[in-house]
């Protein structure tokens, strides 16, 4: 009979990455140190550390709701008489929808790596079988389907951006896993009557994610992706004494489904919290979907435009991203967000230390340096984004607009339109307020080598003709 695996194209696939391969992977090891918290090594596990993992994580405004707080905090208590081999697992999910991770996930994988700190062990999962199937949570139409190929090079991408963010010095080592392993061998009568039976159509259209998708059109295969996410946390409950999983907040639905499911089956609680999403400043998610993605790939998203769209963030959101993607003490971010301390240090002082910690001091450093240079008038222009067009493209009449979305500075041709016409764009220090201004190619030529692009006040991009 078929199985899963076969009918998702990844039988005997030498490309399919499974668990053990990606745990005997060369991984980075530690690229720098990041400091744990408390004043207690690692390799000493305590009640104070597994207990006030859920109070840390409180205290930091990193949990936006959880299924049984008390509960939780006791079964972390009880996790301190734990040998290495048992110590309780935390895990959060990751798709290869895209070749890269975004910066919203990098909110889920420092609760893992702080879940570390406090003596708990983290579990990464690759959707190497949920990715072909695609959450529906946030789209109004169904997700793009990927090939089996991009997949498993999406996840060999992953395992190289998720290994810096982890100790591996210490006994609870972090645990990398691929759904494919276990939902790709069964059959769909086998996951139909182990896991299918626990799950009423009435309870899966009553999430939220699914009911925004009946009006336009919820496929069958989608709205089985809750019961794929919750037999992953059945499966990690088992095999690893998972108790916990963590996601964004919209993903609540599919949380719940995962610890209703152990319930059922194995007549155990099992936990789940959930963190506030990073939003831009229209209050959207992050992310492909809303076309505004900052990506942790070097290649997709350069350092510098990196550091700089934190460095750009609303005033209103300082102190929570602060709390969510450093690990700066909280006494620390209270005294750079005070009325007394000028917002923009506050700012530069975030960009820097998430820089830093997804690209390394090297990198941070020369953005920094690159930032000052551009706005103080001094110092360095190589860290500077640069990017290529054509110039073909400019002798055929290549509009400001559309030359904005072209080389990404901005998100699309609606956005560019809107930031000429609220004249927020200058050309080579001059304001550029005409939609319809046809790019020359005397305007590369400006003393920083091409045609320089200053978006808002902060924002700057070299434009080179090729």
């Not at 299924?67 to 996790?79: F, H, I, M, P």
């Not at 998720?162 to 059959?187: A, C, E, K, S």
């Not at 959930?274 to 492909?288: A, E, H, M, N, Y």
Request: charged share 20%; aromatic share 10%; with cysteine.
């Amino acid at each position: 009979m078929t199985n899963f695996k076969q009918w998702l194209g990844f039988a005997d696939s030498p490309e399919n990455l499974s668990s053990q391969e990606l745990n005997h992977r060369s991984l980075p090891r530690i690229p720098f140190e990041i400091k744990p918290f408390g004043a207690e090594p690692l390799a000493l596990r305590s009640s104070w550390m597994t207990m006030n993992f859920y109070a840390h994580m409180e205290e930091r405004g990193l949990i936006e709701q959880t299924n049984d707080a008390a509960g939780l905090s006791e079964a972390l208590k009880l996790a301190a008489d734990k040998s290495p081999r048992d110590y309780p697992g935390v895990y959060c999910g990751f798709d290869p929808t895209a070749k890269s991770l975004t910066l919203g996930h990098l909110v889920p994988l420092l609760g893992l790596r702080r879940a570390q700190d406090h003596g708990l062990r983290p579990i990464v999962l690759f959707g190497g079988a949920t990715g072909l199937i695609g959450d529906p949570t946030g789209r109004t139409d169904m997700r793009p389907m990927n090939t089996q190929e991009d997949i498993a090079g999406y996840i060999a991408n992953f395992t190289q951006l998720v290994g810096r963010y982890f100790r591996f010095d210490v006994p609870n080592t972090p645990v990398f896993v691929n759904n494919i392993d276990w939902i790709g061998p069964m059959t769909w009568l086998d996951f139909a009557r182990n896991v299918g039976v626990h799950f009423t159509v009435a309870k899966l259209l009553s999430a939220d994610v699914n009911k925004s998708r009946l009006e336009h059109g919820l496929t069958f295969m989608e709205m089985g992706y809750q019961l794929l996410q919750s037999f992953d946390f059945l499966e990690l409950f088992r095999k690893y004494n998972c108790i916990l999983q963590t996601g964004g907040n919209d993903q609540w639905s599919n949380l719940l489904g995962g610890t209703d499911l152990i319930r059922r089956v194995e007549h155990k609680h099992a936990f789940c919290f959930t963190q506030p999403l990073i939003v831009d400043s229209q209050g959207r998610k992050l992310g492909k979907t809303s076309g505004n993605a900052i990506w942790l790939d070097p290649s997709m998203t350069s350092p510098y435009e990196f550091f700089q769209y934190l460095r750009n963030i609303p005033d209103e959101n300082l102190e929570q991203t602060l709390r969510q993607l450093t690990f700066l003490p909280l006494s620390e971010i209270r005294t750079l967000c005070s009325p007394e301390t000028n917002p923009n240090k506050a700012k530069e002082r975030l960009a820097w230390e998430v820089t830093h910690l997804v690209h390394g001091k090297e990198e941070a450093d020369k953005a920094l340096a690159a930032a000052h240079a551009l706005f103080e008038g001094g110092g360095d222009l190589s860290a500077a984004p640069r990017v290529q067009i054509a110039v073909a493209d400019v002798n055929t009449g290549l509009d400001v607009v559309s030359l904005l979305a072209k080389v990404g500075v901005c998100p699309s041709k609606s956005e560019a339109r809107r930031l000429v016409q609220g004249n927020g764009l200058l050309l080579n220090g001059e304001k550029c307020a005409d939609v319809n201004y046809k790019l020359q190619p005397a305007d590369f030529k400006h003393e920083c080598g091409g045609l320089l692009i200053r978006k808002g006040k902060k924002d700057y991009t070299i434009v080179e003709l090729n």
